[in-house]
């Protein structure tokens, strides 16, 4: 008994550590970016003005470059995913579904910086000489496909991310739709429904909330993503419509520049961007868990 109990305060003190950490890094992020809040007020994230020269600082082209190139991410990502997901919990054979699943995981495990090359070296000069032009000629009188095609912008940053998301949102709605209960299945297939409606009715609308918390994991992922969004997004603190522009995230500014950060406001103002960038991962990631979770928790017993 006397083990037990030291065991159970040593794993209760594991856990506590993690909600330390947590809560230093968001105290240390919301000390260090007081100087900006106090010069620049609640208006620090609607400001677009980046100038470290004249000591202007705003977090606007920041977040929407981090936003925009996240939204597109999912924009593509998203039904590649669920497709993989679909395939290989209702229809893959044994044999190709392990290696289906080995190559998505294959996909999480490349560092992000072989993301950044691929994308400078082939994604790049393909989007400038081929899809860019393309697009522009079909839609141009779309704003988001006019200007002049770089390559290196918004698109490139989008299609990078969504590549490196795909593994999680495929995982982790494969393990959602695996969870549904086998008569759930049964009964759809009984009533007489096709694969495709046994799927779309039984399946899918059964885990379709662990879908959208696997779904909002990937986003925040992209949220966070920094090394191959920098190699590929162009680093331009401006707003544009346009998806050939070249933009920046929040994630790409600290990485740019915090070690040319020379004075207390400037370096202050990228602790702002940090802790916006912060909390908004971790609201994102505590309401796609608790969706992903819920799901499990009502699932009476799926597939193995």
Not at 2 to 29: C, N, P, Q, W, Y
Not at 178 to 188: F, K, S
Request: glycine share 10%.
């Amino acid at each position: 008994m006397k083990l037990d109990r030291v065991f159970e305060h040593v794993t209760r003190g594991f856990a506590a550590s993690l909600v330390v950490v947590v809560v230093l890094i968001g105290f240390m992020l919301f000390k260090e970016s007081l100087p900006a809040m106090r010069t620049f007020g609640w208006q620090f994230p609607a400001t677009q003005v980046w100038d470290p020269v004249a000591d202007l600082f705003g977090g606007l082209p920041f977040i929407y470059g981090t936003l925009v190139s996240s939204c597109l991410a999912l924009i593509i990502a998203v039904p590649l995913s669920l497709g993989i997901a679909i395939f290989l919990s209702e229809l893959a054979p044994p044999l190709l579904k392990n290696i289906v699943s080995f190559l998505t995981e294959i996909l999480a495990a490349i560092p992000s910086v072989i993301y950044g090359l691929w994308g400078i070296f082939y994604l790049a000069p393909w989007l400038r000489t081929t899809v860019e032009p393309l697009l522009a000629k079909s839609f141009g009188f779309l704003p988001f496909f006019q200007g002049p095609p770089y390559g290196i912008g918004m698109l490139a940053a989008g299609m990078v991310l969504a590549i490196m998301i795909i593994p999680i949102i495929a995982s982790i709605s494969r393990d959602v739709l695996q969870a549904v209960p086998e008569p759930q299945r049964e009964a759809a297939l009984a009533l007489g429904a096709t694969r495709w409606e046994t799927t779309r009715v039984a399946v899918l609308s059964y885990g379709r909330h662990g879908i959208v918390g696997a779904i909002f994991l990937g986003l925040g992922r992209a949220l966070g993503e920094t090394m191959a969004v920098t190699m590929v997004i162009g680093n331009r603190p401006a707003i544009s419509a346009s998806l050939f522009a070249p933009a920046h995230t929040m994630a790409s500014v600290i990485a740019n520049e915090f070690s040319e950060a020379t004075g207390e406001l400037y370096t202050s103002a990228l602790f702002g961007i940090g802790l916006v960038l912060f909390s908004l991962t971790l609201f994102l990631n505590a309401g796609a868990r608790w969706l992903v979770r819920s799901t499990m928790r009502g699932a009476g017993g799926g597939r193995e």
